[in-house]
């Protein structure tokens, strides 16, 4: 069984941050990329940012220059901080790893439950 708990949402005003976490639990053999995406009522799901198990990122175009994820593979945790805050930043914030658990000989990918970030004053 692998689990993946999210926290660190919430409400902030415009200008505003805030941090979440993604910690992956379980009989996990080895993690390969972990990222954030989210989704806006009405909208698609889409990608925030990513990070590869070497430490190679990527980001949204919207987020570029105020979003910052990081890893701590030690903890098989995966950090979004979120900077210089807009309300079209609101929406659910989900956790993805593809990881690889003990009983299987293939990677997966696995979501969080989904935290509620809103950025209103």
């Known amino acids: 069984q692998v689990q993946l708990v999210e926290s660190g949402g919430g409400l902030v005003q415009p200008g505003g941050s805030l941090r979440l976490s993604c910690a992956a639990s379980?009989?996990?053999?080895?993690?390969?990329?972990m990222g954030w995406y989210r989704q806006a009522p009405g909208k698609q799901r889409e990608l925030v940012a990513a990070?590869?198990?070497?430490?190679?990122?990527n980001y949204g175009d919207s987020v570029k220059g105020r979003f910052t994820i990081s890893r701590d593979n030690a903890k098989n945790t995966v950090y979004l901080q979120m900077n210089s805050l807009k309300p079209e930043d609101t929406a659910v914030y989900y956790c993805n790893v593809r990881l690889r658990p003990i009983t299987t000989i293939r990677f997966e990918n696995y979501w969080g439950q989904g935290t509620q970030v809103t950025v209103s004053s």
């Open positions: 379980g009989k996990i053999f080895a993690i390969d990329t």
């Open positions: 990070i590869t198990s070497g430490g190679s990122t």
